[in-house]
């Protein structure tokens, strides 16, 4: 088990938004969170990567309980969160954004190479864009390079926050199908994903969120074929 919350809370000043969460994410598996806006996902995602603070229950990563730690923290020891907008670094280049995703590697050029390389085989557009300003590239580029950025940190688990919104249809194939390859990798991934057809397509498990609270959860398959999640999640 690589990550797995207990009875997890949080929110923002007096607003409780996550109640009493229970979540596990198992080693080399992509899990799901499925929910309308404002149901909690994003939330949750900044509760585990340390961004916001839980207000109640704990979580685990690699049995290691590292509840109220600090972002920089959390990818030190290989939790990578890649935020909804992508929030690249625009008046920086290509380079220097991927760079800065490295901050907790040593940084000696040949690993910086590796680290580099290593990104480029899943995205050779960013090789090629390596001097461009960031602000500049396309909407599909700007999210490669995003990924690519939390990837510079050698995570064993990635919370991707809907990777694919406001881009075209070939494009999020693409940036979907990367993901699957990221698995093959032994990265876990923990994803939103406004197209929740294509998420569960390409998820292991999967948990449904309402208001906060984890209201359904199962095998990513078998979700796609719950009536209840046809009708509210899949226009069925």
Known sequence: MILKAENLSAGYARIQVLKAIDLEVKK????????ANGAGKSTLLKALSGVIPPTAGRFLFNGQDVTGRKPNQLVRI???????????FG????????????????AKKERLDDL??????????????????????????????????????QPKLLLLDEPSLGLAPLVVEAI????????????????????????LHISDRAYVLETGRIVLQGEARSLLENEEVKRCYLGM
């Not at 080399?28 to 929910?35: D, K, S, T």
Request: aromatic fraction near 4%; include cysteine.
């Open 176 to 199: 979907l199908g990367t993901i699957g390859e990221l698995r093959s990798r032994g990265i876990s991934i923990l994803l939103v994903e406004q197209n929740v057809n294509a998420a």
């Open 78 to 88: 290989g939790l990578s969160h890649v935020p909804e907008g992508r929030q690249i």
């Open 116 to 153: 580099l390389e290593s990104v480029f085989a899943l995205f050779p557009k960013l090789k090629e864009r390596l001097a461009q300003k960031a602000g500049t590239m396309s909407g599909g580029e700007q999210q490669m390079l995003a990924i690519g950025r939390g990837l510079m940190s």
């Open 28 to 35: 080399g598996e992509i899990v799901c969170l499925v929910g």
């Open 91 to 106: 008046s920086l280049t290509v380079k220097q954004n991927l760079f800065l995703g490295a901050y907790v590697n040593p």
